[in-house]
C-alpha cells in the first residue's frame, strides 16, 4: 500500500513537468509581427538623366542657305549662285545690288591704275536682282575661285589669258549682252544685270539652272544661332574693330558695329550704300583675308593670284569685333578654299554675309587689324 502511494506520487511529479509546471503558468507570448510599412526603404542613387539632344529648328517651306547659314526658301535649295564681276572704279559708284550678294570678293585687278581692285558678287537667289552692277572683265583668278560654288560667272570680257579656263568643263560664265542703263557715264559704266535676263541667259546658254556634277559640295562650316563663333575664347585672338585693308587706289575698310554684330564697308572715304535696296550700307558677319602671291603677265598690269596647289599661308579670320590668325589651302579650282586655326582646326562661320579680301604678299604687311 505504502509503495503504491510512492509510484502514485512519481507519476504527479511528471504529468505536473510535461506540463510546463504546475501552479500558476505564463500564456504563451505570440512572435512580434513587423509592420513593413513603418520601415524606412533603402535609399536608391537617383538616375543621372539622359542629355537632351540639341533640336535642329526646322521652318516650313525653308532651309538653311548653305552660303550664309540664313533661312531662305527651300525652292532655292538646289539652284547654283552666280558670281557677277562688279567694277571698283570710282567712277562705277554708286554700286547696285551687292547687299543681296551672300559673299563678297575684294582682290586686286591689276597691277596698274594703283592696283585697282574688283569685285566678285556670290549670288544665290539671282532672282530678286532688279539690278546689279555695273559689271566689267573678268580675270583668271576669278575661274580659280567660282567653282568652288559651282556658281555661273557673269562678266563682260576679259583679256586672252582666260580663254585656257574657259576650256575647263566646269567652268560656267555668261560674257556681255546685259542691259545698258543711261547713267550720264562711259559707256564702260553703263552694264548692268536687270529683272529677268539672268533666266533667259541661262536657257539661252543651255546651262542648268541647278547645281551640276562639278558641284564640291557645301562650301563652309557654320556655328549654330544659339551658339555662335566668340573669338575671344582663342588664345591668339586680338581685339579687331577695324580691318583696313591695303588697298592704295579705293581705301577699303571696314568698320565694327556692335549694335548688329557686322562690319560695315566704306571705300574712297564713303559708306558703301546700296541704292538698289534702300541705301543699305554693305555689311557682312565675317571677313576673311587671304595672303597670297601673285604674278603679272605683261605690262599692262594683268596678272593672277597663285591660290591653286597653295597650303599653310597665312591668313586672319574676324567676326565680332575680334580676330585671329588662320592658315589656308587650295588644292584645285573645284576644292573650297578651306581656313585653319593655329590648331590645324577648320574654321566655324557665324550666320551671315562673308567678305573675303585676297591681299598680294607684297602689301601684307600694310593690312591693319585693330
Known sequence: MKQKTI?????AVL???????????EEPTAPAVTDISDQAEPEEEPEEEPEEEPVEEVREGMYRSELTNEWIDESLQSQRPVAIMVDNEKTA?????????????EMMNSTANGEITRFMAIVKD????????????????NFMIAPEYNAVVVHDG????????LKNPWVYHLSGGFKRINNGKSREFTEYV???????????AGYSTEYTEYYPGAHWQFASEANPVDLSEASDSIDCTLVDLPFGHNGSQLDYDAASNTYLY??????HTDPANDNKQLAFTNILIQNATHKQYDSNGYMQFNIIEQSGRSGYYVTGGKAIPVTWSKGHDMDPTRFYDMDGNLITLNTGKTYIALVSDTRWKELVLN
Open 7 to 11: 509510484l502514485l506520487l512519481l507519476s
Open 15 to 25: 504529468a505536473c513537468t510535461s506540463l510546463a509546471g504546475c501552479g500558476s503558468k
Open 93 to 105: 559708284l554708286q554700286h547696285f545690288g551687292l547687299t543681296q550678294a551672300d559673299i563678297v570678293y
Open 126 to 141: 539671282w532672282g530678286k536682282i532688279t539690278q546689279f552692277g555695273s559689271i566689267r572683265s573678268v580675270r583668271p583668278t
Open 158 to 165: 576679259g583679256p586672252y589669258y582666260i580663254d585656257a579656263f
Open 194 to 204: 536687270t529683272t529677268g535676263e539672268l533666266e533667259s541667259r541661262f536657257k539661252s
Open 266 to 271: 566704306s571705300e574712297y572715304g564713303m559708306k
